[in-house]
């Protein structure tokens, strides 16, 4: 079975400040890996997706995430955030070989961008 | 392009009352996910349709919980009798195929409460 473990609930950072919000995924079975943003009383937006290829992700928004295979982790990361960054983060993977190509998500991250 | 359109976006039912929610899927989009976010969780997949057949269902509580998607477009999703623990988000998501490599987009859900 896959899971998902996003290790911070919450991450309050200063504007202009870098930040990393964390995932460690488990699995048996090749998966692809995603990033989804929620900002408030919306529904999930795709941030970017790893599939094949170069490690290193670059998505929308600035944002970006490496994927880890040794250490089975997709961290997102940010330069400098902004006000409007404040949001909830979700990572969340996929198998492969999953015909259904269902998403598992993670618990979920709360990005609290202060002035 | 319209994204996924989701109905009613908010709802308050007394308990052991049922309550349905509607999804029309972006145009093209054979398969078709619901999804159930309680509050400080992640998103949990309730069923997924491909066009119009049932691909999991597997955490669909089916005692209470149905789900249709006549004509493989426009599906229902519905709750009876309602529990107080159904109160959460009912996310409608859609995909263009089946593959696990494609982007799920997400409608902005349907807030449920249930008192």
């Known amino acids: 079975a896959q899971s998902v473990t996003q290790l911070d609930s919450q991450v309050p950072v200063f504007e202009e400040a870098p930040v990393e919000l964390r995932c460690n995924y488990s699995s048996s079975v090749s998966v692809y890996l995603f990033w989804y943003v929620q900002y408030p009383n919306q529904g999930l937006q795709l941030l970017l997706k790893?599939?094949?290829?170069?490690?290193l992700v670059k998505g929308i928004n600035g944002f970006e995430a490496e994927f880890n295979k040794s250490q089975t982790s997709f961290h997102l990361r940010k330069p400098s955030v902004h006000i409007s960054d404040t949001a909830e983060y979700f990572c969340a993977v996929t198998m492969i070989y999953n015909q259904g190509g269902k998403l598992i998500f993670g618990q979920g991250t709360e990005l609290s961008v202060k002035p | 392009e319209a994204g996924v359109a989701q109905s009613p976006r908010y709802k308050i039912i007394e308990k052991r009352q049922s309550v349905a929610f509607w999804c029309n899927p972006i145009s093209g989009h054979a398969t078709l996910y619901w999804y159930q976010q309680i509050l400080g969780q992640g998103p949990k997949l309730l069923i997924q349709f491909q066009n119009n057949g049932v691909v999991d269902d597997s955490q669909l509580p089916k005692d209470r919980f149905s789900a249709e998607r006549l004509k493989g477009v426009d599906s229902t999703l519905k709750i009876q009798p309602a529990k107080l623990e159904d109160s959460a988000v009912y996310l409608c998501a859609s995909s263009l195929a089946r593959g696990t490599g494609n982007t799920i987009y997400f409608g902005e859900g349907s807030w449920l409460t249930v008192v």
């Open positions: 790893y599939l094949s290829g170069s490690t």
